[in-house]
């Protein structure tokens, strides 16, 4: 049985409906294991990206040196290991001096990204230097000017002098707030250590970054999770910039690969159709030789096992070649070197070609057990309502699961089923209010309408599935399409050019004016200044601040300060979540609180939080929760309090802008001066020059815009390929009838012209119905899972609409062209 | 040669040797087929149409019978149900000593195993497979032993030795149906049930097949049961009924 079934199986895969399931499930395969397999290395490299951004895999932290238990820990389990403490100290130039956030750092520091430098002042630098050796530091340019001091020049920090080498323009772990920072300095761990620094600090933060193999990062994880001290940080709880980008992009991946099976399903859906049919008699033939079901069975059974294997395989060899295109594609993109190629991806290709074998092709074998050998001699009557049930079920339930595994969301999952379903529920009511309104007006009409009518009534049936299928596949690539577009232009919105790439802090009240006119004078755009207020948290709810929720550890807690601003209307990049904005005329204290800082404290609207300014409390209701965009580069505050409420608080201002003139080398005469006006000027303001990272995370938006096109026109190509199949399967009886009125001498022109209307009006109905799907899909998709703004997409549903309307009778057109010109004796005589 | 044997007419239908209780021994009772009051309808109520009534006959061990009659005359339904592949409404069938009525379709399909060969009026071929996979495909799926060597001796005996690797679609109607005919006759069945074989096909085609078809008959020693509207090719049959209003009318 097993050699007859594999003859069998290689006989049939050569042509017919079997070979159209085949290559249905090889391409979807094909497109399924490119996809999983280049967004796997693309997530991997991502998640690289990711933790380049906490310049670790993972990063173990204490306010106490951290136990060497760790490390050696760490060294065993095959990690790399660097360390960082970080510690505020004083360093003297001359006769001045300045408080810095000093970082004493191994050798091996940072473990992911790169620190950039430069020999200059006033450069953005590069990646080619490793941190400072023995005997010399790095500091920030803002340092340099509260000193005075070039590069060269001679540092003195605790009780040792060591050589200023280079400028310190980005390093990859630089936290995202900037306000209360003092500039940076960068030592090696061997000279802190000389110079006493890490003896006396009773508020420094000891670091152990690790990187390697997940397993072992999480067998870490687990022995700190008992040590209180110790506090266990992943690049996924890093608040990085770019997050939700990385994350939205994961999303859209996985969407990109779901839509590659739904493409294949709809393809092989349509050849299941036709296969079914030929099986009814090929099943009553072999009944009626007497063949028992249990043979039958198990051949058709093996033949399936046999189809699904090759398939897979196939499939996955080609998706294993196209990924290696795909990911070199990727890699030269994000300049990075992807890791090597997984085996789980391809696992997982197998497991769903056996899924949708399962689901799509077993069910109509198995149905065929109550097929009367009587079939053979006369038609069998069409399958009644809980037979289709049964039919299709179990395909609906098998796509079902497929996109949860990729998804892995119920809730999304369900949503997915609900479109689906109503998409087919406004087909099948359409088809059907269409017909019954054709119906009526069959016999009026010129001969051309009469033989739309009656050939749109005559194949109802098979026009549903094929409709179903054509729909199913246009959703697909409309839902691509238009996600792309909605996250291409949330993107762009992010970082728009003129994003704000300066940051100042001090701003004294008296000088906001003075410094505003210097600042027009360099015609700085976007100028935005903010109050702020220095503030500690006493009670939450009545309970003391320390007692409440104790595990959650949003910015500021450690610390017990927070900063307060205030302002009448809600931030340009705020978005408010729940409850109302300040009411105007009220003095109580009012709280507007950032949404995820809020949750992490558990917090919502009617809950109370006291605030100590000075030596007086106040306590006030927070009233609303904003949701707050944290990569506009804009200044945004965790704690907004009405205006009202604030009038007598001491505060300085914050500011930001956006100044053309900085990092641009041919003015960087100019940067020097606005830069070195601002400090002479007002020597208390601290300015913060924020190019280098806007530039680094424009340039990741850019790397993950192209990644995101590879995947989309990849997947458009297969889809292509697939919706040619589904479009042309099922000519075959389209064929005998067209050579028959041929025959009955209806004349060409008749022909033409009736079977480009009949195939447009699919095609009308197609993309109108599919188009308000996918609409109603990307609307609910945008706002639940990528959390991007939703717009209304003319262009794209146009031109779903006429892809439909024209491609349809087009590829019609293209797969039987030769049928109204070929002598009809020879289409007879084919079928 | 059984060939000159009659089949008695249906007022002479209860012989002896026919008993339901018979066993289906190593020994093939004379009687191959025997069918007592067939009556069958489809639908039920006002919509109930009576497609066969009291039919009666009886086929010998390599006798032939043909059943002619009007496009409708229920010919096709009466093949069907003598076949076992439907169930009658009310009646008596045996086939092989067995009652069908009181078998399922799954053992009705193991009394036909390797006994009843079947030729179809549109020859019923796979199109995906070659000449010689349409004959070997059922004697494999029936588990017959040497199945290649009986395939090949059956196609040798229809003169499509030649054609072994043609698919249908590269063959004549002519072909096509003896391509059917090595089929039915590859596993050397004892009951051999033809519809229209000849419908499809052109006149000399349809010479060429009949005398194959009785050919392998007689060589064989099959008993026949032949559907046809074609008078002439009813006449090479040992006897002739003619269906009209549901009834059997025997023309000898």
């Known amino acids: ?321 196209l990924q290696a295109l795909l990911s070199a594609q990727l890699a030269a ?220 550890d949003p910015p500021g807690r450690r610390d017990g300060t927070v900063n307060l601003s205030w302002r009448d209307t809600l931030p340009e990049t705020n978005r408010l979540v729940s409850g109302e904005w300040f009411a105007p005329d009220s003095d109580q204290l009012q709280i507007s609180l950032a949404s995820d800082w809020a949750n992490e404290l558990d917090l919502a609207p009617g809950d109370s939080m006291t605030f100590s300014v000075g030596n007086e409390t106040r306590q006030g209701i927070i009233t609303s929760l904003r949701e707050v965009d944290w990569d506009s580069f804009r200044i945004n505050f965790f704690i907004l309090i009405n205006p009202a409420a604030a009038s007598d608080l001491d505060y300085q201002y914050v500011a930001n802008f956006y100044w053309s003139g900085s990092g641009n080398p041919a003015q960087t005469a100019g940067a020097d001066h606005l830069l070195r006006a601002i400090s002479s000027e007002f020597p208390n303001i601290t300015v913060f020059d924020t190019n280098a990272l806007v530039a680094r995370v424009n340039d990741l938006f850019q790397q993950l815009t192209r990644a995101l096109d590879s995947l989309f026109w990849f997947t458009l190509a297969a889809a292509v390929v697939v919706m040619l199949i589904t479009v042309q399967s099922g000519q075959q009886i389209r064929r005998r009838e067209t050579a028959l009125l041929r025959c009955m001498g209806v004349d060409r022109g008749t022909l033409y012209r009736a079977w480009w209307l009949e195939q447009t009006l699919i095609g009308c109905i197609i993309g109108v119905l599919t188009a308000l799907t996918a609409a109603l899909a990307t609307w609910w998709v945008s706002s639940h899972l990528l959390e991007i703004d939703w717009q209304w997409q003319w262009p794209l549903l146009l031109t779903a609409l006429l892809s439909a309307a024209l491609g349809v009778p087009l590829v019609n057109a293209l797969f039987s062209r030769g049928v109204i010109n070929t002598a009809p004796m020879r289409i007879l005589q084919m079928a | 040669m059984n060939m000159q044997q009659r089949l008695s007419d249906q007022h002479r239908v209860a012989d002896a040797d026919t008993s339901a209780s018979a066993p289906a021994t190593q020994q093939m009772p004379s009687v191959v087929l025997a069918c007592r009051n067939v009556s069958h309808s489809v639908g039920d109520g006002a919509d109930q149409l009576h497609i066969l009534r009291d039919i009666s006959l009886e086929l010998k061990s390599g006798a032939s019978l043909a059943i002619t009659g009007a496009s409708g005359s229920g010919k096709t339904t009466l093949l069907g149900l003598l076949a076992g592949l439907d169930v009658a409404s009310s009646g008596h069938i045996e086939m092989f000593g067995q009652s069908l009525q009181h078998l399922d379709e799954e053992q009705r399909a193991a009394l036909r195993r390797n006994q009843v060969g079947f030729v179809f009026q549109s020859f019923h071929l796979i199109p995906t497979l070659t000449a010689l996979d349409n004959v070997l495909l059922p004697l494999e799926l029936t588990a017959q032993a040497s199945a290649r060597k009986l395939a090949l001796d059956a196609l040798e005996r229809v003169g499509l030795s030649a054609r072994l690797r043609h698919y249908p679609g590269k063959l004549s109607g002519g072909e096509q149906q003896r391509v059917a005919l090595a089929r039915a006759f590859a596993g050397n069945p004892q009951l051999l049930f033809a519809d229209e074989p000849t419908g499809n096909l052109d006149h000399v085609s349809g010479q060429r097949i009949i005398e194959l078809l009785f050919e392998l008959n007689s060589a064989k020693a099959t008993s026949l049961v032949l559907v046809t509207h074609d008078l002439q090719l009813a006449s090479h049959c040992d006897r002739h009924a003619r269906l009209e209003q549901g009834r059997l009318v025997w023309q000898d």
Not at chain 1, 52 to 57: G, I, P, R, T
Not at chain 1, 97 to 110: N, Q, R
Not at chain 1, 368 to 393: D, E, K, N, V
């Open chain 1, 333 to 552: 993109l994000m300049q990075v070197s992807l890791p090597p190629l997984r085996v789980l991806p391809l696992i997982t290709s197998f497991v769903i070609a056996a899924t949708l074998a399962a689901g799509l092709c077993l069910p109509p074998l198995l149905q065929l057990r109550g097929q009367s050998p009587m079939r053979i001699l006369r038609a069998a009557p069409g399958l009644r309502w809980q037979q289709l049930l049964l039919r299709y079920m179990p395909a609906l339930i098998s796509l079902l699961l497929i996109a949860w595994w990729q998804l892995r969301d119920w809730q999304l999952t369900l949503w997915i089923l609900l479109i689906l379903l109503l998409l087919l529920l406004a087909m099948s009511l359409a088809a059907t209010l269409l017909l019954q309104w054709l119906g009526r007006r069959q016999h009026a009409g010129s001969p051309v309408w009469r033989l739309v009518i009656s050939s749109l009534l005559r194949h109802r049936h098979g026009n549903a599935l094929h409709m179903a299928a054509i729909s199913l596949a246009l959703l697909a690539l409309l839902l691509l399409g238009w996600l792309r577009n909605d996250l291409l232009q949330q993107w762009q919105n992010t970082l728009q050019p003129g994003t704000p790439n300066h940051f100042l802090i001090n701003v004294q009240p008296t000088q906001r004016e003075p410094l505003q006119a210097l600042l027009q004078q360099y015609e700085v755009e976007k100028l935005e200044f903010g109050p702020m207020a220095v503030a500690r948290i006493s009670r939450i709810n009545g309970v003391p601040a320390a007692q409440w929720r104790p595990q959650a």
């Open chain 1, 1 to 321: 049985m097993l050699w007859l079934s594999l003859r069998q199986s290689w006989r049939e895969s050569r042509a017919g409906p079997l070979a159209g399931i085949f290559w249905a499930l090889v391409i979807t395969i094909a497109v399924l294991t490119a996809v999983n397999s280049a967004s796997d290395r693309a997530r991997q490299a991502l998640t690289l990206a990711a933790s380049e951004l906490l310049a670790a895999d993972m990063v173990l932290s204490s306010r106490q040196p951290l136990a060497e238990l760790y490390r050696q820990q760490a060294e065993t389990l095959g990690l790399q290991t660097a360390a960082t403490v970080s510690f505020n100290t004083v360093v003297f130039a001359g006769d001045k001096s300045s408080l810095v956030a000093a970082k004493a750092v191994t050798a091996d520091y940072p473990l992911r990204g790169r620190l950039r430098s430069s020999a200059q002042q006033y450069d953005s630098g590069d990646n080619s230097h490793p941190g400072p050796g023995n005997g010399a530091v790095w500091a920030e340019q803002r340092l340099l000017e509260q000193l005075g001091t070039a590069p060269g020049d001679l540092l003195q920090v605790g009780d040792q002098q060591y050589r200023l080498d280079r400028v310190l323009t980005l390093e990859p772990d630089r936290s995202g707030g900037f306000a209360g920072l003092s500039p940076r300095l960068l030592l090696s761990m061997d000279d802190a250590r000389q110079a006493g620094l890490l003896r006396s600090q009773s508020r420094a933060t000891w670091r152990l970054l690790l990187a390697g193999p997940p397993a072992a990062l999480q067998q870490l994880a687990e022995l700190a999770a008992d040590d209180a001290e110790v506090r266990v940080t992943t690049p996924q709880q890093a608040q990085a910039q770019s997050a939700d980008a990385i994350s939205q992009t994961r999303s859209f991946l996985s969407i990109a690969a779901l839509s590659a099976v739904f493409l294949g399903a709809a393809g092989m859906l349509l050849a299941m159709q036709q296969y079914q049919q030929r099986e009814q008699l090929n099943v009553a033939l072999w009944r009626s030789f007497g063949v028992p079901w249990s043979r039958i069975r198990l051949l058709m059974l093996l033949r399936l096992l046999w189809l699904t294997t090759v398939a897979a395989a196939g499939g996955i060899a080609i998706g294993i070649a």
